[in-house]
């Protein structure tokens, strides 16, 4: 028995080693920075610790841009849950096996479609000369597609399939019983879905909606090829941070822009966790 329990022990040892490696050391060496400053510009100077970094990531146009990161990501993720939910509702209730394995294999495709090439298409096909723009005339109506409106658009793209991958299982949990017994009681669809169905699935799509909206705070290509600083974004201010774009000696304010992400995501994992242990006992 204890032999047993030694050889489990061991055998998550890698997945240690590999999270220290991945996510510790980067993470130690992100809140090292983010409050230190160097003191002298000669190499092998002591670092100086400091709140600085801290309260200037905070202030100003990085604040602007850290709000208007938390809205497109806040906007985009819950537009991408009701949309994700209502795609991955009409293949659980489909006949039909082929359109089951055709909409999971395109989300698994579309879900990790992003980057350069995901904003030169939708530049292509709606931005100022692109070829829905100019034939249906979108831009008399006031369309631009590089605006906080058709960023959120091209986040879709990727988002909604995502949701899909993530609330199918959830949907494939709700048991056949439990509506069978809500119409015998004379419940309504509406009434299932409201005091049934809703309250089960509540925890899954909110870790889809987690999900959904750390996937949009984290974009960084899609953004910078499209809208540049038209629309204010804490990623492309870290990325002109370390590059000096705005000020010199500025990566230090970078890694404190980083930390505010992070705590940010961590807060939104607080909320998630213990609706995810309530919702498993469910749907086991």
Do not use: C
């Not at 960023?151 to 995502?162: D, E, G, I, K």
């Not at 807060?267 to 966790?273: R, S, T």
């Amino acid at each position: 028995m204890l032999r047993r329990a030694a050889a489990g022990r061991l055998a998550v040892v890698p997945l240690l080693l590999f999270v220290a490696v991945a996510f510790g050391i980067p993470a130690v060496a992100m809140a090292y920075g983010a409050f230190t400053t160097n003191t002298s510009s000669t190499p092998g100077t002591p670092s100086a610790f400091t709140s600085g970094n801290l309260s200037a990531s905070l202030q100003g146009g990085y604040l602007t841009a850290l709000i208007g990161s938390v809205k497109l990501s806040a906007t985009s993720a819950l537009i991408g849950t009701v949309g994700g939910l209502l795609l991955a509702q009409a293949v659980v209730t489909s006949r039909f096996q082929a359109l089951r394995h055709a909409v999971l294999s395109a989300s698994g495709v579309l879900a990790n479609f992003g980057g350069v090439p995901l904003a030169f298409a939708f530049i292509a096909t709606l931005g100022n000369a692109g070829v829905l723009t100019t034939h249906l005339h979108l831009k008399d109506a006031g369309w631009s597609l590089y605006t906080f409106w058709g960023l959120n658009l091209v986040y879709l793209y990727f988002l909604v399939p995502l949701m899909v991958l993530s609330v199918l299982p959830s949907l494939d949990g709700l048991r056949r019983q439990w509506r069978e017994a809500a119409q015998n009681n004379g419940a309504t669809t509406w009434q299932y879905w409201r005091h049934v169905a809703l309250p089960v699935l509540a925890p899954s799509l909110l870790g889809g909606f987690v999900l959904l909206f750390g996937t949009a705070f984290a974009a960084y290509a899609t953004a910078a090829a499209m809208v540049g600083a038209s629309v204010p974004l804490i990623t492309l201010q870290i990325a002109n941070a370390l590059n000096g774009n705005v000020a010199a000696d500025a990566g230090n304010v970078a890694l404190a822009m980083s930390l505010d992400m992070v705590v940010i995501a961590v807060l939104v994992m607080a909320v998630y966790l213990p609706l995810q242990r309530r919702s498993a006992r469910w749907l086991v």
